[in-house]
């Protein structure tokens, strides 16, 4: 599994990275910023809590950040951020981010075989932590994340029912396998591959990465020696079949994290959702994952959902007119990439009816 997770962290270091830009005029809606330190297994974790300004004495409705793959942190500088985190904060929801192991101050390593356990875990001991805060509503918790987080998050939901609500931006409606091909061959064509050889690319790439036949994999071996899979937005050059080899000797378990499917969760879940995809997402495939969630949140009877669809805009919720990695890198090196004013508008709205419908049942 290692050398899928690590392959993970490209494309999302471009998300990652327009976001540590300068604030400029936009700042923070806070009453405070508390700096919160709890302990998840072997991690120590540090995250800062943004309170709403209010003169209310009523506890605040919380929303915990998940990131996507990649670096992350609970101070925030970039002005897209921080108006993402004023919708909440001006709609009274607190919201709370941390650093990720291996960023910031917080301490421990993550492991790639038990990434998605160990980060759903972290996120459930923070509520565990954050439910006794005298500012917050313990009854009203929730998980926003974006893009791997769609794994993660419906791992947390399985494992406690203190989360009330889940909303999520670009979250994959299938395995991490399935992802990653989808991913990989969108970027082949966007950097001019033929569809017939990036679908044969494909169908050798899977026979490499999950066969448990040694010749099928010599086989595979030497297709990608005959023909270099060079996609250059993924780093991948003509050394990649040399890379490969390391793969093997390997034992294929259906039950790792490369397996797992969010949706097998999703379609059990009744506490509210909220998914919002970009139509040009070469990352994950926003129409399968729309499906997806629609069938699953269908089967699981949950009367409150809401999936949106932001026509021109991209796997980070940005205007594009392709979403190919080798654009938003381009418009991310000329400063002109930020998100999408509609994705900030379903976004509150979104808040809103999720604060109405809380409040219906608090009077029920």
Not at 109 to 123: A, M, V
Not at 196 to 207: E, P, V
Not at 337 to 343: A, M
């Amino acid at each position: 599994m290692k050398y899928f997770i690590s392959a993970i962290l490209i494309f999302f270091f471009v998300q990652n990275h327009f976001s540590a830009g300068l604030a400029d005029d936009i700042t923070l809606a806070v009453s405070s910023i508390e700096e919160i330190r709890f302990s998840s297994g072997e991690f120590e974790i540090v995250g800062n809590l943004y309170l709403p300004q209010s003169t209310s004495n009523q506890n605040f409705p919380l929303v915990i950040w998940v990131s996507g793959s990649g670096p992350s942190f609970r101070t925030v500088k970039s002005k897209q951020t921080i108006r993402l985190i004023n919708c909440f904060l001006a709609a009274g929801v607190a919201y709370f981010r941390i650093d990720k192991p291996g960023s910031g101050d917080s301490k421990g390593e993550l492991s790639d075989e038990k990434l998605f356990d160990q980060l759903s875990q972290i996120f459930v001991d923070a509520i565990n932590v954050l439910k006794l805060h005298p500012k917050i509503d313990a009854n009203f918790i929730g998980l926003f994340g974006s893009s791997q987080a769609g794994y993660i998050m419906p791992l947390a939901a399985s494992k406690t029912s203190d989360i009330k609500f889940i909303m999520g931006s670009s979250c994959p409606g299938e395995n991490s396998i399935d992802q990653w091909n989808y991913l990989l061959e969108k970027q082949m064509l966007c950097e001019g591959i033929d569809s017939t050889r990036a679908a044969k690319n494909i169908k050798m790439f899977s026979l490499l990465r999950l066969t448990d036949s040694k010749d099928e994999f010599n086989k595979a071996i030497e297709y990608f020696e005959n023909n270099p899979m060079i996609v250059r937005s993924l780093n991948y050059d003509s050394t990649f079949a040399v890379q490969a080899k390391n793969w093997w000797p390997r034992v294929i378990d259906k039950k790792d994290e490369l397996h797992f499917n969010p949706i097998t969760v999703i379609e059990k879940l009744t506490i509210p959702i909220f998914m919002v995809y970009g139509d040009k997402d070469t990352q994950i495939n926003p129409f399968q994952a729309i499906d997806a969630y629609n069938n699953a949140l269908q089967k699981a009877g949950n009367n409150f959902y809401r999936i949106e669809l932001i026509n021109g805009v991209d796997h980070n919720m940005c205007p594009s007119n392709t979403g190919c990695l080798n654009e938003i890198a381009e418009q991310n090196r000329s400063g002109i990439y930020s998100f999408s004013e509609k994705y900030y508008d379903v976004i509150k709205n979104w808040i809103s009816l999720l604060k109405d419908h809380n409040n219906n049942l608090k009077r029920k």
